[in-house]
C-alpha cells in the first residue's frame, strides 16, 4: 500500500494573505522532540516518530511547510490529531485537496 502524505502548514496567514510560518526550525524541532518525533542525526531534515515521518525543507527558517509521511495508519492518526492540536497545525492532503485542522 503507498505511502500517504499530508502538507503540513499554519493555521494562520500573514495580513498580506501569505502562508503564515509554522514556527522557527528551533522551536517546532523541541516541540516534536518532546513528542518522541526526533531527527535520526543532529540537524537532520527528517524527524520520526510514532507512525509518522516529517520532514522539514532543508535550510528553512522559519519553517512555512512541512510533509507529513503516515508509515502505519493505526498508530498514526492518533498521533497526527495530537499533534495537530498541540501545535496548531493545518493539515493538507494534496491528493484529495482537503484540509484537516483538529
Known amino acids: 500500500m503507498p505511502q500517504r502524505q499530508l502538507v503540513i502548514l499554519s493555521r494562520t496567514n500573514n495580513k498580506d494573505g501569505s502562508l503564515g510560518a509554522i514556527g ?4 517546532i524541532i523541541q516541540s516534536l ?6 531527527a ?3 540537524g537532520g531534515d527528517i524527524l520520526y516518530g510514532p507512525g509518522v515521518d516529517i520532514e522539514l525543507s532543508p535550510g528553512q527558517d522559519p519553517v512555512l511547510q ?7 495508519d493505526d498508530i498514526a492518526w492518533p498521533v497526527i490529531q495530537r499533534l495537530a492540536k498541540d501545535l496548531q497545525w493545518k493539515l ?10 483538529p
Open 66 to 72: 512541512m510533509l507529513l509521511t503516515i508509515n502505519d
Open 33 to 38: 522532540a518532546l513528542r518522541n518525533t526526533v
Open 40 to 42: 535520526e542525526i543532529d
Open 92 to 101: 493538507l492532503d494534496p491528493v484529495k485537496g482537503t484540509e484537516y485542522t
Open 24 to 27: 522557527s526550525r528551533k522551536e
